[in-house]
Every structure is written in C-alpha cells, then in structure tokens.
C-alpha cells in the first residue's frame, strides 16, 4: 500500500468505478420514480420532478467528494519538502529524540538524540520503515489528516525494553494555512514503567510473604477452637507453630519498615568519621553466638589500616550483621567465615574494602545479577527454613548507596560466597 493511500485510510474507490456506481443508484432512483409514473398517471408531474431532484442529489455530493478529494491531494503535493534552519535548529536543540515529517509521513529532519536512540535513518524515507508499531502509525496519520495534536505509548522491543510517550505536533503555521510539517517527539518513560513494575511486584510479593503464616495462624486457632479443643498435646504443638509464624511476620514487618526508612534517607549525604574495624568488633560480639549454633568459627584479615569512611554507625553494622548472618545460614558448610579489611587504590580513588567470605555451597551464576532485588530468592524453601524474610541484601545495597560504597559478589559452585563493600576512604587525622 502507498504511503497516500495508507493516509487516506482507503477512502474510496478509484474515479471510474465511483462513476459507475453514482450512474447504477441514479438510474435505479429514476427507474423508481418512472414506475411510479406508469402506475400514477395523475402524479407523473410530481414524479418527473422527484426523479430530476434525485438526480441531482446523486451527482453533486459526487462532485464535492471529487472536489475535497482534489483539494487534498492539491494540499499534499504543494507542500515544501524541507523545513527552515529555524526549524531545524529547535528540533536540533530538543534534549530527547524528535523527528521532523511532512504531510505524505516522510522523514525530512531528525535530531542527534533520535539516532542515539532508534539508529540512523535515511531522511526522505518513509516514517513507517523504522517504526513498525500499529498503534504509533495510526496516531502519526490521525495528527496528519486532523492537524491537531495526539498522544500515544510506543513499547519497542518485544520484551518491553523500553517504553516511550510519543507527542505528534503539527507545527505551527500563519492563520488559515494548512500545517506542511509534523513534529514526532519521544519522551523516555522506561525508568517510570520499570518503577511502577516494582511497585507492583513489592505489593503483590510482601501481602504473599505475609498471607501464607497468616493463614496458618488463622488455621490453628480455628483448629484450637474446634476439634483439638481439649487436646492438651495438640494445643501445646499448636501453639509453638503459632509462635514460629507470628516471629516469621513481626521479622517481615520489621525488614519492611527497615527498608521503607532506608529509601527515604538513601540520597541523604552520611557525614560521621566511621571506622570500620570499630563496626567489625561490634558485629563479631553480636553475631558470636549465632555462629556458634551453627558450628561456625568467625576469623579475621585485616591488612594495613586505618580504615576510616564516612559513615552512619547503625547502618553499617546492619550492613555487615546481615552479611554475616547469611554466612552463618547459608555457608555453615564451610565450616568457617572470614572478615576482611584493606585499603586499595582504584584509578586515582582511595578506597576502604569490607568483605564477608564463606565456603558453603557457593550460588549458581545466573542468581548473582538478582540476589540483591526485593523477595528474591535462590532457593525458597531453604531461605524460610533459614527465617529469611528475602529482604536482607536489599536492605544492604540501599544502605551501601547511600554511603556512596558498591556490593560486589563473587561466588563459585562448591567454593563458598564473597560479599564485597568498598567504601571511599577518607584520611586519618
């Protein structure tokens, strides 16, 4: 299909077999009224005069359709080709992609940012043959016929990876003048989408995470109340399952509202003179006992100090007291975890580099990317076993942001796990 003819919607039938159709309804209409004549001799003025009147309504909305269809063919082909350095230079001074078309939907300018982010295009090319989207094609066409703005959504790429609002324009023109040019002007909408996507996700993965030992809750106590109502050994069962659920949902709670108070600071600059040695004794006393329950001895490398960043004391014990506890969960294999402090020179920065290792089972690659996303986790039934609530390492990498420092997980199958912090070091007074 030509580009006019998609324009036009395909409006119509070529001229000489709209002729034909406007001869074949008129001479039926006359053939109507003549019949009525032969059977009305009385009537055959009136019906003279019907047929001659129905003529005529077959003829001239023919001719004004004709017409219309000339002027607009007229408009499109009087159009200029190119638009003006003035024009050019304000599409050129846009700081997202923006496309220049003229009234038959070809390419007549494009921005620098419109190549960066959907390639080269040939100018003179029909807009369609980079934009492939239906619904985009349809709202450029109705911006053109109509002459008035249209907004529409363009998801590009078949796994949505990005989306976009798109703004048709018809630029400006003195009064009465029909617009020659088209503006096409993309607004980058993938962070927003991927953000409400979370959001979604967070709302339906926390009222799941609380629903399951809520239910079980609800369960037992309705069991307590029914059939095991005088059993003394059922009830006491009972009742420690109940237990282990409500500790389930109050570590839940907790984690959330945790991680809720550590967004809403995360862009808030730390200030205080943190020394992390001070922060790995605090943890090592804290998270002792845990370690000794599951068989695990805690040890220490610390290479040339000092190890002074800036800091938030609560939050960075937090930081490598959950670190440490998923060793103590997940690594017990190993027997063993090391704690480790150095400083390292990266390019022209001084850094402080915290580690927490273990030698368990390690993690599969393919989990790395996401340990740190919300809910997520690599093995489910170990981590509720384990008490996780899957909310630790995204609480750790929100606080780490904040403190301007970076996660690094380095982890091998059989070989055990590496949580790295690296922190901008600040000089020791």
């Known amino acids: 299909m030509t580009t006019r003819e998609t324009t036009e919607g ?32 009385e009537a055959w003025q009136a ?35 190119w638009p003006d350095g003035g024009i050019k230079a304000v599409v050129e001074a846009m700081l997202e992609p923006a496309f220049l078309i003229d009234r038959n939907l ?15 295009m040939a100018l003179g090319d029909a807009i369609s043959l980079r934009f492939r989207s239906p619904e985009l094609l349809a709202a450029i066409e109705a911006s053109v016929e109509g002459r008035k703005s249209v907004n529409t959504e363009f998801i590009e790429g078949r796994s949505a990876d990005r989306s976009w609002s798109v703004d048709i324009l018809p630029i400006p023109v003195p009064q009465g003048e029909r617009p020659a040019f088209f503006l096409i002007l993309f607004h980058d909408r993938t962070g927003e989408r991927r953000i409400e996507r979370m959001r979604t996700d ?4 926390a009222s799941h995470e609380l629903r399951t030992p809520l239910a079980s809750l609800i369960g037992f106590i309705e069991t307590l109340q029914g059939p095991a109502k ?15 659920q409500s500790a389930r949902m109050s570590r839940l709670i907790d984690d959330l509202l945790s991680l809720s108070h550590i967004e809403m600071k995360r862009h808030v600059a730390v200030s205080d003179r943190i020394d992390l040695e001070e922060i790995f004794a605090d943890v090592l006393e804290s998270m002792s006992p845990l370690a000794s329950e599951s068989d695990l001895v805690i040890e220490t490398q610390y290479g040339p100090g000092p190890y002074v960043v800036a800091g938030d004391r609560d939050e960075l014990v937090q930081v490598f007291s959950n670190l440490v506890e998923n060793a103590c969960k997940y690594g017990e294999a190993g027997r063993r975890i090391v704690l480790g402090l150095q400083r390292l020179r990266e390019r022209d920065s001084l850094l402080v580099e915290a580690f927490v290792q273990d030698f368990g089972p390690g993690i599969p690659a393919e989990h790395v990317p996401r340990l740190t996303e919300r809910f997520y986790r690599v093995d489910v039934g170990t981590s509720r076993q384990k008490r996780g609530t899957g909310l630790g390492l995204s609480i750790v990498r929100n606080i780490l942001v904040r403190h301007r420092a970076r996660l690094i997980v380095a982890s091998t199958v059989g070989e055990g796990s590496t949580f790295t912090a690296r922190f901008p070091a600040l000089d020791p007074r």
Request: hydrophobic content about 50%; charged content about 20%.
């Open 202 to 205: 967070f709302v339906a993965n």
């Open 47 to 81: 019906c003279i005069i019907g047929s001659l009147l129905f003529l005529l309504a077959c003829i001239l909305p023919a001719r004004s359709t004709r017409k219309a269809k000339a002027g607009e063919e007229l408009w499109r082909r009087q159009a200029p080709l």
């Open 106 to 120: 070809l390419l007549r300018y494009r921005n620098a940012v419109s190549e960066q982010a959907f390639g080269n």
């Open 230 to 244: 005088e059993d003394a050994v059922a009830r006491g069962r009972f009742l420690d399952i109940m237990r282990d």
């Open 10 to 41: 395909g409006a119509g039938l070529p001229i000489a077999r709209r002729v034909v159709s406007v001869v074949r309804v008129a001479a039926a209409g006359t053939g109507l009224f003549v019949a009525l004549a032969i059977l009305h001799p």
